[in-house]
C-alpha cells in the first residue's frame, strides 16, 4: 500500500479496530433498551454508535486538524456539515457502526467505515467488519484488498444477481434480468459482496456519503463501477443523487442504468 501524509493507511484500519474493540463488540448482543434510540422513525442509534464516532474523530481531527470529519451521528445534530463537508478540499468520513438495525438485532453483518477525500476524490477507504474479523482496504490507484491480500471483482456470469436495500422493489425484475433480492443490510457488507461476487449490482435510494464512499473506492479499484440513476458517475460530495447502481463493472452498470425506469417509486 501507498503511503499518504499523516497517518498511515494501516493506522487507520487500526484506529477502527482497536475502537470496535473498545466500545463496539462489547455492546454486541449485549444492549439495554436505554442504549437504543430512533433519530427518525426506523432508523436507529446506539450507544456504541455515538461513542465510536466520537473516538474515531478525534483521532482523525487530532492527525488532520485542517480536514473536516463527516461524521453519520455529528451530522444527525448539526445538517451544516454536510454543506462544509461538501465545501472542504479535504475531508474524512466516518460511519462507526453501519448496519445498525442488524446490530441491534444480533447480526453479525456490520461494521465500521471511514475514507478519506482530496479535492473532490476519494483517495482511501476502510471497511472493518469486526464479527466477521475481515479488513477492507483502499487507496485511489493502488487496488482494493481484503485483509493484504489484493481482490479483484470476478467476471459477471451469464444470468446477473441484483439486490436492494429498498424493499418495495424486492421481487421486481428490472427487463429480463432476475428478479431483485435483498441486500445485506449494511453498504459495509453489501459493497464487499458485490467485490466477491456474491451480487453482480446493487441498488439503492438514498445515498448518504458515509454509507457509499468507502464502498465506492473499494469497487473501483476491484474494477466495478459505481453512478446514479441519471448516468453519472456517482460523487459523493454534490449531494445525494436520486439513487444509485453499484455493479460489477460498466457494462453491467450502463445495462441496468438503461432499465432503472422500471421500478415503481422513482
Not at 100 to 105: E, L
Request: glycine share 10%; net charge negative; aromatic share 8%.
Amino acid at each position: 500500500m501507498g503511503r499518504f501524509v499523516g497517518v498511515e493507511t494501516d493506522e487507520v484500519l487500526t484506529l477502527l479496530q482497536d475502537v470496535a474493540e473498545e466500545v463496539i463488540n462489547p455492546r454486541f448482543r449485549s444492549l439495554d433498551d436505554d442504549q437504543i434510540a430512533e433519530k427518525n422513525p426506523g432508523d436507529l442509534v446506539t450507544v456504541a454508535d455515538r461513542e465510536a464516532e466520537v473516538l474515531i474523530t478525534a483521532a482523525l481531527q487530532a492527525a488532520y486538524p485542517d480536514a473536516l470529519i463527516l461524521g453519520e451521528e455529528a451530522t444527525a445534530a448539526d445538517e451544516t456539515l454536510v454543506d462544509r463537508y461538501y465545501a472542504a478540499d479535504h475531508a474524512f468520513t466516518v460511519d462507526p457502526v453501519d448496519g445498525t438495525k442488524n446490530f441491534v438485532k444480533g447480526s453479525k453483518d456490520h461494521a465500521v467505515m471511514a475514507s478519506e477525500v482530496r479535492g473532490g476524490e476519494v483517495v482511501r477507504a476502510w471497511i472493518w467488519q469486526p464479527q466477521h474479523a475481515t479488513a477492507y482496504v483502499a487507496e485511489r490507484g493502488a487496488g482494493a484488498y481484503r485483509d493484504g491480500e489484493r481482490i479483484v471483482r470476478p467476471p459477471t456470469g451469464d444470468s446477473l444477481r441484483g439486490v436492494t436495500s429498498r424493499r418495495r422493489w424486492i421481487g421486481r425484475a428490472l427487463g429480463a434480468l432476475k428478479a431483485l433480492d435483498l441486500t445485506w443490510v449494511c453498504c459495509g457488507i453489501d459493497y464487499p459482496k458485490l467485490v466477491e461476487g456474491e451480487a453482480d449490482y446493487a441498488l439503492y435510494r438514498k445515498a448518504k456519503p458515509w454509507d457509499h464512499a468507502p464502498g465506492l473506492l473499494l469497487l473501483h479499484e476491484a474494477g466495478g463501477y459505481v453512478g446514479t440513476f441519471d448516468g453519472e458517475p456517482y460523487d459523493p460530495r454534490r449531494g445525494i443523487p436520486s439513487g444509485l447502481v453499484a455493479a460489477a463493472d460498466r457494462p453491467t452498470y450502463d445495462l441496468v442504468q438503461g432499465l432503472i425506469g422500471d421500478l415503481p417509486g422513482l
